[in-house]
């Protein structure tokens, strides 16, 4: 099932984020860890992080069951009304950017010591905001379609611009130029990315709604959106995950210049396989857990099998990550005006970040059975408390770059128990654990051979990091007849 379904997805996907990856090591060269590469950063990645957060996963988890049951024509005055919503919030987002731009960005930067780019930046990214929003609408409504083509296509469009828009610049010295070149290639590559997911929908005849009957014309707008208590939970529960990593970089920002780029390289090594494998197995498993809960089948072994595999694949990433962080840094980060010592600090932040993928795989499966069954309050309310938590650390001092990824680490495997636990004990004795112990000690004890081996060279510390990963992928797979019969399906 997960082998055969996720192949197109997994390739546009991985299109996608190894062009992301891409984006984040012309950064590097382009900006190094610098207080103009703080802005920049702050500038390019706050609309889709302020999609995330209000929009993104929420508009999934809270449109796709009730357009589920709609007519075409009525989906299309749905997908219209939450529209003006959605422009009509990030209009206002935009203007309370825009009249207080020095207060946010000292609260997004706090270690940003030049007040006139870092409103400048705020300004850039402020209008963006409102189109991210509706780029996330229209994704969903792709996402409902089974568009994986618009679905992954319109990063590689949105990404590829702002890559070209860094290679343009280049290594020129005129910083107070570079702001505004960039904010311009931001607005470029959303308004392009708004074209690119608007020609998909026309190709699928999404915005051409047929005649309607007199009755679905007559309903109420508000029965065309969900409840205000469906969007609260699935906000909180979608939505907490992107602010908890825009908490976490506003708290290393507070160490000085350069923090914030830093703890950014750092984490999207970590978010790699996370979106690769782990979210993949989750999206792909939520189909078959939704139509075995609407036939009122007992759906456990769906789970099982969702669990195995994102677990096996959490392993192997992290020991692959804890031991092969230094040259994949170097690899990607080490060139342009990237130093020796920053690219230690990405290598080493990002090693300690690779075991939050355990945590964030339980949690990943068990937020969308929570969600099947209706509970995503209780996903909302933990993550909230996660959130109370990590700014409460943050206010007794916690700013460190490793002991913030730390912070994260023991936060999310928390979290992860506290989810686990909501599931009820029917789920919880589902769980294979003693086939989810095996990659998990053999990760633990590969990772700590990993810190004594006596290779050096960048070449061989990637070897061995691979055969880790692939020792781990495999200890799952012999160990679980059950990961073997699922991607078989």
């Known amino acids: 099932m997960y082998l055969r379904a996720g192949v197109i997805s997994l390739s546009l996907l991985l299109a996608s984020r190894v062009l992301g990856l891409l984006r984040e090591s012309v950064q590097a060269a382009t900006f190094g860890t610098t207080g103009l590469a703080d802005l920049v950063v702050m500038m390019l990645t706050l609309p889709d992080l302020a999609s995330a957060i209000l929009a993104a996963g929420a508009l999934s988890y809270a449109l796709l069951p009730l357009w589920a049951g709609m007519p075409s024509g009525q989906l299309a005055r749905s997908q219209r009304h939450v529209g003006w919503l959605l422009l009509g919030a990030g209009t206002a987002m935009a203007a309370f950017l825009w009249v207080v731009p020095g207060w946010a960005g000292r609260w997004l930067v706090p270690g940003a010591s030049d007040a006139a780019l870092l409103t400048q930046a705020v300004h850039w990214a402020a209008p963006a905001v409102p189109l991210a929003l509706l780029g996330s609408l229209w994704y969903t409504r792709l996402q409902h379609d089974r568009d994986a083509v618009g679905m992954y296509g319109m990063n590689i469009v949105h990404t590829g611009v702002i890559v070209l828009a860094m290679l343009a610049l280049g290594h020129t010295g005129a910083w107070p130029r570079a702001i505004a070149w960039m904010g311009a290639g931001l607005l470029l590559a959303l308004v392009l990315r708004l074209a690119f997911l608007g020609w998909r929908m026309r190709r699928l005849g999404t915005q051409a709604p047929p005649v309607e009957p007199a009755a679905a014309a007559q309903r109420s707008p508000s029965l065309l959106v969900p409840g205000w208590r469906i969007w609260l939970w699935a906000t909180m529960a979608a939505g907490a995950p992107a602010a908890l990593v825009l908490l976490a970089r506003s708290l290393v920002s507070s160490q000085g210049e350069g923090a914030l780029a830093t703890f950014n390289y750092a984490w999207k090594l970590v978010e790699l396989p996370n979106l690769l494998a782990i979210q993949l197995v989750a999206t792909l498993a939520f189909p078959a857990l939704t139509r075995a809960r609407a036939e009122g089948r007992d759906f456990g072994v769906q789970l099982r099998a969702a669990f195995l595999l994102s677990w096996v694949l959490a392993c192997a990433a992290a020991v692959g990550l804890w031991t092969g962080a230094g040259p994949a840094a170097e690899l990607l980060f080490g ?30 499966v068990a937020v969308l059975v929570l969600a099947t069954i209706g509970r995503l309050q209780v996903a909302g309310l933990a993550y909230a408390a996660a959130l109370a938590a990590l700014a409460g650390l943050g206010a007794l001092g916690l700013h460190d770059g490793q002991q913030v990824m730390q912070a994260l680490w023991g936060l999310l495997a928390v979290l992860a128990a506290v989810l686990l636990r909501a599931l009820g004990p029917r789920a919880l004795q589902s769980l294979p654990w003693r086939e989810m112990a095996v990659p998990a ?19 061989g510390v990637l070897a061995v990091a691979g055969l880790f990963t692939a020792a781990v992928m495999a200890a799952g797979w012999t160990a679980s007849p059950a990961l073997r019969a699922a991607l078989k399906r």
């Open 441 to 459: 000690v053999l990760a633990g004890v590969l990772a700590l051979a990993g810190t004594h081996m006596p290779v050096t060279q960048p070449l």
């Open 335 to 364: 060139w342009g005006r990237m130093g020796s010592g920053q690219v230690a600090n990405v290598a080493q932040w990002a090693a300690w970040g690779a075991w939050t993928l355990l945590p964030q795989a339980l949690i990943a």
